[in-house]
């Protein structure tokens, strides 16, 4: 099946700093991408969706000015969450839907923990 | 409104035993449902859908327009399928709304 690769799988940042996760197809073009947040033992929720060449689309009580997404080609959107705060400490995943193929499973990402300290 | 829900949070049983994880959703319009597992350490991966009608390590799920429930069931657990289970819809755009998840224990 097709593949999604997080970097980096785990991160500890201190409060107050900004930290980038990567999202990547790696064998196919992925025009959308989905971040999602999950907490422990807990459903994922669905953050964005991160549209290849234009504005991600926020889910409702999510603050675009905190988590920056960017989809600058069509293998790799970033999730950039800035200022950091302890609270914001989670596990972060992204999937990908192979284009044209509207029934087709989504891939995700191994995810990635986030820590603020 | 568009919803997921899972009333189970744990699940036990021992090995051998049926097991049926339960899900109910909300959604206005023919709703897509999945099931999705996350062993651990490991990522969410797609269990099955229900456009398939097919049967992934043993487990079904029937979708009952009715009582809007896609349960996932088993008739004989093994102690492999311990893990957590994810139920989810697909809304427009591709997303996915997913239930809170069920972790199925399976006991030997």
């Known amino acids: 099946g097709a593949v999604v690769s997080q970097h980096p799988s785990r991160v500890i940042c201190k409060s107050g700093t900004s930290v980038k996760i990567e999202c990547r197809s790696l064998d196919f073009q992925a025009t959308t991408m989905f971040w999602y947040r999950q907490f422990p033992k807990q459903s994922l929720m669905l953050m964005a969706t991160?549209?290849?060449?234009?504005?991600?689309?926020?889910e409702q009580g999510v603050e675009k000015d905190k988590f920056l997404i960017n989809h600058a080609s069509l293998t790799l959107s970033t999730l950039t969450v800035t200022s950091a705060h302890p609270e914001d400490s989670s596990f972060y995943i992204c999937?990908?839907?192979?284009?044209?193929?509207?029934?087709?499973?989504?891939?995700f990402g191994q995810g990635t923990r986030l820590t603020v300290v | 409104a568009q919803r997921v829900t899972q009333p189970e949070k744990l699940l036990s049983v021992f090995k051998g035993a049926p097991v049926e994880l339960k899900c109910n959703y909300s959604y206005s319009g023919s709703p897509e449902l999945f099931w999705y597992v996350q062993y651990s350490r490991q990522r969410l991966q797609l269990l099955l859908r229900?456009?398939s009608r097919e049967s992934i390590k043993g487990f079904t799920a029937d979708l009952n327009k009715g009582e809007t429930s896609f349960h996932l069931k088993k008739p004989f657990a093994q102690e492999e399928d311990s893990a957590m289970y994810y139920c989810?819809?697909?809304?427009?755009?591709?997303?996915?709304?997913f239930g809170q998840g069920t972790e199925l224990s399976v006991k030997p």
């Open positions: 229900h456009i």
């Open positions: 989810a819809l697909k809304r427009q755009g591709g997303k996915l709304i």
């Open positions: 991160s549209n290849e060449g234009s504005k991600a689309t926020y």
């Open positions: 999937s990908a839907r192979p284009p044209g193929q509207a029934n087709t499973e989504a891939f």
